[in-house]
């Protein structure tokens, strides 16, 4: 028996991991030419406290094949065996995997679950499969594994602030000075899941967009603004980056063919709802690949950010900054 071997059927075999979703204020849409799901720009988000998705992976040696249970249904399981596969790889792990998942987001309603859900799934698997902490600065096979999922999920691993660069395609924490006191209210502006995935979506733009080449030239200047604005807790200075990095983006997806428009009546109605507030630079606001409006605001004006868009949301949510992916059960496997 090799030594991977013993260590498979020593490790724990099974953990729990949660993680919320993360927002991109400055954004990514486009892949790379090639395979591996690389970016063609970096990007910057803020993990957010809630909502999320919490994952349990448990290796079994009775299992045939693996399973995957979401929100308490059957689901399909390829994406989340690619996922397995890889970190089997890794670990000389050879057991099928149980997988159950449980989110608090509506799934594929562009509320960036699949962030969350391949953070979630692939760093509850590394610690199923025993191969430990994954230290500081993440263990680059941690980050490409849960990459090749979702290419927002590496955000999902790391709290607050965090950048993915667009050249190693690592992801690595932004720091704000501590008085950076921010919330991101969510208002969700409509039902079910979106018309086009994201992935389809980037595919389409990078060949019909005329914008695409524009955007992609054009991004890295407000990267480098973005991360700048965090790091001297400017609040102003992000929440305009962000918001041209965002009607960029839905400026190069608008002129897709055939058109990519994720907005609704609804996403008009909270950002019109908002005008006095953003007039006064107290809220500046993103969309990505769906219908919902994400305000970002000092924590002073949640409240009253979050009772403006409620009379037009169908439902407002408060997020502050949030841990990463973290280890729920076992504890002392950290
Ligand atoms: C973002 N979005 O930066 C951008 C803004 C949507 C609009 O990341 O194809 O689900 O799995 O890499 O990560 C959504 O894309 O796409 C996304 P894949 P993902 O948050």
């Not at 486009?30 to 910057?44: H, I």
């Not at 667009?166 to 000075?177: F, I, K, N, S, W």
Request: proline share 8%.
């Amino acid at each position: 028996m090799g030594s991977s071997e013993i260590r498979s059927q020593s490790g724990a075999g099974q953990a729990t991991v949660a993680a919320g979703i993360n927002i991109a204020l400055v954004k990514y849409w486009g892949k790379a030419p090639g395979t591996d799901n690389r970016p063609s720009v970096g990007s910057l988000s803020l993990t957010l406290d809630a909502p999320g998705t919490e994952t349990t992976v448990r290796f079994d040696a009775a299992l045939p094949a693996d399973t995957f249970v979401l929100d308490g249904l059957p689901a399909p399981v390829a994406p989340v065996t690619k996922v397995l596969d890889d970190v089997r790889r890794l670990a000389g792990e050879t057991r099928r995997a149980a997988v159950t998942s449980r989110n608090t987001v509506p799934t594929a309603a562009g509320l960036a679950s699949s962030a969350s859900g391949f953070a979630a799934l692939g760093l509850a698997a590394w610690h199923a499969a025993g191969l430990g902490d994954p230290g500081t600065p993440l263990d680059r096979r941690l980050v490409e594994l849960v990459r090749r999922g979702s290419g927002s999920a590496p955000r999902s691993l790391l709290p607050g602030f965090a950048r993915i660069d667009v050249e190693t395609a690592g992801v690595e924490g932004v720091p704000a000075p501590p008085e950076f006191d921010v919330s991101l209210v969510i208002a969700l502006c409509a039902v079910g899941p979106k018309a086009v995935k994201s992935r389809d979506g980037m595919a389409a733009s990078a060949e019909t967009s005329p914008y695409y080449p524009a955007w992609v030239s054009s991004h890295p200047a407000d990267l480098a603004a973005g991360e700048a604005a965090v790091r001297a807790g400017d609040f102003g200075a992000l929440g305009e980056v962000m918001e041209h990095s965002t009607l960029k983006m839905h400026a190069c997806m608008l002129a897709t063919r055939p058109p990519l428009r994720y907005w609704t009546p609804g996403t008009l109605a909270a950002l019109d709802a908002l005008g006095a507030l953003h007039a006064l630079g107290r809220v500046f606001t993103t969309m990505d690949a769906g219908p919902h409006v994400k305000a970002l605001c000092r924590r002073a004006d949640e409240a009253v950010v979050a009772e403006t868009l409620r009379p037009v949301a169908r439902e407002v949510l408060i997020a502050r900054p949030g841990d990463g992916a973290r280890l729920v059960e076992p504890k002392a496997a950290r």
